[in-house]
T-cell receptor
Framework: TQLLEQSPQFLSIQEGENLTVYCNSS?????LQWYRQEPGEGPVLLVT?????EVKKLKRLTFQFGDARKDSSLHITAAQPGDTGLYLC?????????????FGPGTSLSVIP | DSGVTQTPKHLITATGQRVTLRCSPR?????VYWYQQSLDQGLQFLIQ???????AKGNILERFSAQQFPDLHSELNLSSLELGDSALYFC???????????????FGPGTRLTVL
């Protein structure tokens, strides 16, 4: 069974602090996506990473895909209250169709003003 | 606002009943996807339709079925409901039916189903 683990499960920090959340699996993924979900809304795609070792930046967010394509991290610099939400990673391990996609349980981030 | 609409926003029903959830994709999107999000299972892919035809099937129970109509809206039918079916059900849409990771999915706001 393919599993995606995310850590930490919950994170509460002060505005301005930096943080890193992790997404890990024992499986090799063809690609991995990060989403942010706010209460009462659906997930919103932040980034897709495909190549092992790939680093992508989205303003204050930095995403990295592990060299072996089994793990990924999301680093937020100078967190702001607007960053509050549930961060989900999702990977596909068959590079075929959506039935091979799995989502992690998420990291719930709260940024306190 | 993603452009994907879902109705109803909330649904409360009893065990054994049947409900229909509706989704309208973004204008121009041909693919519709259904997901279930529960506290214990997280977000799980259920099924995908592309231009009216089923394209991929995930962890969808036999009691559940879906279809996509000629106007591209989609409905998810849940029957013989059980307490464990209580969850958020999301619809997402994308332009085409490209392999996962190559096409952006836009999620709707979800329908919260409570089975009592």
């Amino acid at each position: 069974t393919q599993l995606l683990e995310q850590s930490p499960q919950f994170l509460s920090i002060q505005e301005g602090e930096n943080l890193t959340v992790y997404c890990n699996s024992s499986s090799v993924f063809s690609s991995l996506q990060w989403y942010r979900q706010e209460p009462g809304e659906g997930p919103v795609l932040l980034v897709t990473v495909v190549t092992g070792g790939e680093v992508k930046k989205l303003k204050r967010l930095t995403f990295q895909f592990g060299d072996a394509r089994k793990d990924s991290s999301l680093h937020i610099t100078a967190a702001q209250p607007g960053d509050t939400g549930l961060y989900l990673c999702a990977g596909d391990y068959a590079k075929t169709s959506y039935d091979k996609v799995i989502f992690g349980p998420g990291t719930s981030l709260s940024v306190i003003p | 606002d993603s452009g994907v609409t879902q109705t109803p926003k909330h649904l409360i029903t009893a065990t054994g009943q049947r409900v229909t959830l509706r989704c309208s994709p973004r204008s121009g999107d041909l693919s519709v996807y259904w997901y279930q999000q529960s506290l214990d299972q997280g977000l799980q892919f259920l099924i995908q339709y592309y231009n009216g035809e089923e394209r991929a099937k995930g962890n969808i129970l036999e009691r559940f079925s879906a279809q996509q109509f000629p106007d591209l809206h989609s409905e998810l039918n849940l029957s013989s409901l059980e307490l464990g079916d209580s969850a958020l059900y999301f619809c997402a849409s994308s332009v085409a039916s490209a392999p996962w990771g190559t096409d952006t999915q836009y999620f709707g706001p979800g329908t919260r189903l409570t089975v009592l």
